[in-house]
């Protein structure tokens, strides 16, 4: 509405239809195909039973179960919204946590962060791919599904293997677990959360102060019990956990299970064929005639009529309609920007640095290449990589169609995808995942602060950027990997 608001005072009031024209809806289409065919693969247990099989995996051992679930984090968030695949994982990550009497916090920013790492390799992972992938100009430019999934896939492969070596040198001697035994961690974490109900009950009436006050009469009442077990028992580390791991297997796999596996089967056919007519679509010489927003909302249509699903309203309120809006918004706000004037000015500063830095185009396409890298990280870092991305799209479009500097698109195209998704593990609110894990683990108890994120995400954000980096340096200035000219 700002933008619009502007326009108006400088006499260019775009009409109601011209808005319109603003909106990508290839990128709508595309993201409400995925939400809807990862809201009902969801409902086939399948997030669980694979968090169920790393334990399973892992004997018990806890730094095995950390980088199987960072694994598992990482492949499924490169097929789908890493945002939902967080939100599935996470409550079924901290269950796992209290098994083996660890801290879940250190276990849940590892895998956020491997999340989004993860997302950054294909087309669909991330919604800054998306925006880049979805936009009409950088199609007509050759920038498709399968060479922005080859080209950014290899990178991330690197990354992960550095990311990797960073977790573990975090971790190596952290002692992660609780000094408490299991129950004593489980009550604890009861009492915070019935403490923090009763506080917020405000009290404007008698009924209220009732409330309340059976609720504090519960707290005061748990933590007698806490008393007398901490009394009772020594507070020493426990390793039953690691002990009898197997016995616990058992309890969970009656809890965790794939509970309709035809559903499974449909839900897995349908994503295959829709990640199959992606790369297809990209493929020169064959015609699809659909694109990548209506190849995901007929596949999304046809995963509902297979599902059978009788109650539609559960899929539909699992849809981030919110998101939805959001993403209208912002194309509404840049082809406003764009209509001031202001994405050319910034395009034209941006230019104008990398030609006062030399006059040979292995040294412009370097220094272009460095500058959006870590401007894009470091900016992703601080404010949310949607619009940001949204924002640097024409900036990209306009420097490698400038006659001047005679660089390629594609080399471009990959540092600000890089920049843009691994900047998001920066901080706390460098990425929507980051929030979303860290309002489930707060829900359940165990609250990370900014600071706390910071001190490993920052560092990982630094050395996957700085991976990224030397690989698109080798490919492209080194290697002249360009694309076509």
């Known amino acids: 509405m700002a933008v619009l608001t502007v ?49 399973k995996l892992a004997k018990g051992h806890v730094w095995t179960l950390i980088t199987i679930l960072c694994l598992f984090t990482a492949i499924v968030s490169a097929f789908l919204d890493n945002v939902t695949t967080i939100l599935l994982v996470t409550p079924v990550t901290i269950r796992l946590c209290e098994v083996l009497n660890i801290d879940p916090k250190h276990v849940l920013i590892a895998e956020v962060l491997f999340s989004n790492i993860g997302g ?24 498709n599904f399968s060479n922005f999934t080859l080209h950014m896939s290899i990178g991330v492969t690197f990354c992960l293997v550095t990311g990797y070596i960073l977790i573990w ?47 504090m009469q519960k707290v005061y009442n748990m933590e007698n019990k806490l008393q007398n077990l901490l009394y ?30 035809v559903l499974l089967i449909k839900s897995s056919c349908v994503l295959f064929v829709a990640i199959v007519f992606f790369f297809i679509h990209s493929i020169e010489g064959i015609n ?23 109650e539609f309203e559960h899929i539909v309120h699992r849809i981030e309609w919110a998101t939805l809006l959001f993403f209208a918004g912002l194309f509404i706000l840049m082809e406003g920007l764009t209509e001031l004037g202001l994405i050319d000015f910034i395009g034209e500063e941006v230019a104008y640095v990398i030609k006062i830095s030399s006059d040979d185009d292995t040294v412009q396409l370097t220094v272009a290449i460095l500058l959006l890298l870590w401007v894009s990280a470091l900016a992703s870092s601080f404010i949310d990589n949607i619009p940001y991305t949204t924002a640097m799209v024409p900036i990209v479009l306009s420097l490698s169609e400038d006659p001047d500097l005679n660089l390629p698109l594609e080399p471009l195209v990959w ?38 994120f910071f001190k490993v995400g920052f560092p990982m954000m630094l050395v996957t950027t700085f991976t990224a980096m030397i690989y698109l340096l080798v490919c492209h200035p080194l290697l002249g990997w360009n694309g076509p000219d």
């Open 7 to 55: 326009l108006a005072t400088f006499n260019e009031r775009p009409t109601l239809d011209k808005v319109m024209e603003w909106v990508d809806y290839e990128t709508l289409a595309l993201l409400w195909g995925m939400m809807t065919i990862v809201a009902i693969f969801s409902d086939t247990g399948f997030f669980e039973y694979c968090a169920l099989m790393s334990y």
């Open 120 to 143: 950054t390799a294909t087309a669909v992972g991330d919604p800054p791919n998306v925006i880049i992938v979805s936009n009409a100009e950088m199609k007509e430019a050759g920038i």
């Open 169 to 215: 040198f975090f971790y190596r001697k952290k002692d992660m677990t609780f000094k408490d035994p299991p129950e004593i961690v489980e009550l604890k974490h009861e009492i915070w959360i019935w403490r923090q109900t009763a506080a917020s009950i405000n009290v404007m009436s008698r009924e209220e102060s009732t409330v309340k006050a059976l609720l």
């Open 232 to 261: 009772d028992r020594r507070t020493a580390q426990s390793d039953g956990p690691d002990e009898n791991w197997e016995v616990v297997l058992e309890e969970l796999e009656k809890k965790y299970k794939i509970t309709d596996p």
């Open 288 to 310: 699809v005639y659909l694109d990548l927003g209506w190849i995901a909302v007929l596949s999304a249509l046809v995963l509902l009529v297979l599902s059978d699903i009788r």
């Open 415 to 452: 540092s600000l995808a890089f920049g843009a998704c691994l900047g998001g593990n920066g901080t706390l609110i460098g990425a929507s995942a980051n929030v979303v894990c860290a309002g489930i683990a707060e829900q359940h108890g165990y609250r990370f602060s900014f600071i706390e």
